[in-house]
């Protein structure tokens, strides 16, 4: 079982920044990748960006040039550097994992960390 605890979220002005933190239970090596999804009130989960084990990332389109990705593999973690932050990025972001075998693929998740961004 793997286990994940974000930390970082907050409340920050627009224009503001905030890192997010994902500590993972095991090597991240053995996870086919990690990343960061957000769920906003009535809305439905989206990808925000996502890092594979051999560090290719990918980006939803609304992030793209303000919210890079990284990950410590020493440290079993992923970082998500939120830098420009706009009001509609208000949302709970929540840290994944997953990882996928002849059973097919499995999700982890995070309890998740509140991010506010005021106007």
């Known amino acids: 079982q793997v286990q994940l605890v974000e930390s970082g979220g907050g409340l920050v002005q627009a224009g503001g920044s905030l890192r997010l933190s994902c500590a993972a239970s095991?090597?991240?090596?053995?996870?086919?990748?990690m990343g960061w999804y957000r769920q906003a009130p009535g809305k439905q989960r989206e990808l925000v960006a996502t890092?594979?084990?051999?560090?290719?990332?990918n980006y939803h389109d609304s992030v793209k040039g303000r919210f890079p990705i990284s990950r410590d593999n020493s440290k079993n973690m992923v970082y998500l550097q939120m830098n420009g932050l706009k009001p509609e990025d208000t949302a709970v972001y929540y840290c994944n994992a997953f990882t996928v075998s002849g059973m097919g693929r499995v999700d982890y998740w995070g309890q998740g960390t509140q991010v506010t961004v005021s106007s």
């Open positions: 095991v090597s991240i090596f053995s996870l086919n990748a």
């Open positions: 890092i594979g084990r051999g560090g290719s990332t």
